[in-house]
């Protein structure tokens, strides 16, 4: 099923080095990723110099924080460019398993979905696993509001671990979303005005000391650009706007 796929892994890296190193094991653990690209944000640590030290890994440096956006565009550009028919985002501050990634890919690799996510709140263990109360309440409440505006009926869209197949990638325009967090959001929305179906799998929650994360604030400022880009993609679909954002393909086909 996959021996005829070339399944890359993608880690947008920011001063991961305390963690890199058991994320990039478990990644190789699974039997099934071909490479690792690892895109190091101008990171305060030695991530970079760690990376390079792996095996099956290509790095690439940005030599100034660009933001999570950019870092992702990065990933997936350079993922294409080597080939890959499966990408699959995994952050290397390992607060998601990568055991899951067989799963995932099967999901593509199968034809049966081009995207999947790999959901906390599928399950139910988002709270015992470490997720804090406020930012709980606040997934929930725009996991609601997206999927209203959206038209669609995921358990939440705020998952930083996800799977792509090669087809659905090229044909998003990445590079005109933001080079902030709320990519994630610009990226999914983007995936549903073209139609395509998105699965989710449960995923267990781990939140420690090492996990990233950003603070209040950025939550706030994230929060709103989620809600921001639900209702531009409403909008555009009633047609008062025009779906700027949503048409078009960043990446020619090969």
């Avoid at 999947?116 to 409440?141: D, E, F, H, Q, T």
């Avoid at 038209?151 to 792509?164: C, W």
Wanted: proline letters at 4%; hydrophobic letters at 45%.
């Amino acid at each position: 099923m996959l021996k005829n796929k070339r399944v890359i892994v993608v880690m947008p890296a920011y001063n991961a080095a305390k963690t890199l190193e058991v994320t990039h094991a478990e990644v190789l653990e699974q039997g099934i990723v071909d490479h690792i690209i690892l895109v190091d944000d101008g990171s305060n640590d030695n991530t970079a110099a760690i990376a390079r030290t792996l095996p099956e890994t290509t790095v690439h440096v940005h030599p100034k924080n660009k933001g999570y956006g950019a870092n992702q565009k990065t990933c997936y550009r350079i993922a294409l460019e080597e080939g890959a028919d499966i990408i699959i985002m995994v952050h290397p501050d390992y607060q998601y398993t990568p055991k899951l990634i067989p799963a995932m890919a099967s999901l593509i690799a199968c034809d049966l979905y081009p995207c999947v996510l790999a959901s906390r709140i599928l399950g139910g263990s988002a709270r015992s696993g470490g997720m804090p109360l406020w930012k709980y309440a606040a997934n929930r409440a725009l996991t609601f509001g997206e999927n209203l505006l959206l038209d669609a009926k995921l358990s939440e869209y705020h998952s930083g671990y996800r799977a792509f197949s090669r087809e659905l990638l090229q044909k998003l325009a990445l590079e005109r979303n933001s080079d902030d967090f709320v990519f994630d959001n610009q990226m999914l929305a983007q995936i549903l005005w073209l139609g395509y179906s998105i699965a989710e799998v449960s995923c267990p929650t781990k939140y420690f000391a090492e996990a990233s994360s950003i603070n209040f604030a950025r939550s706030v400022r994230y929060g709103v650009g989620c809600v921001l880009t639900a209702l531009e993609f409403r909008l555009a679909r009633m047609g008062l706007i025009k779906p700027s954002r949503f048409v078009g393909a960043a990446v020619p086909a090969a």
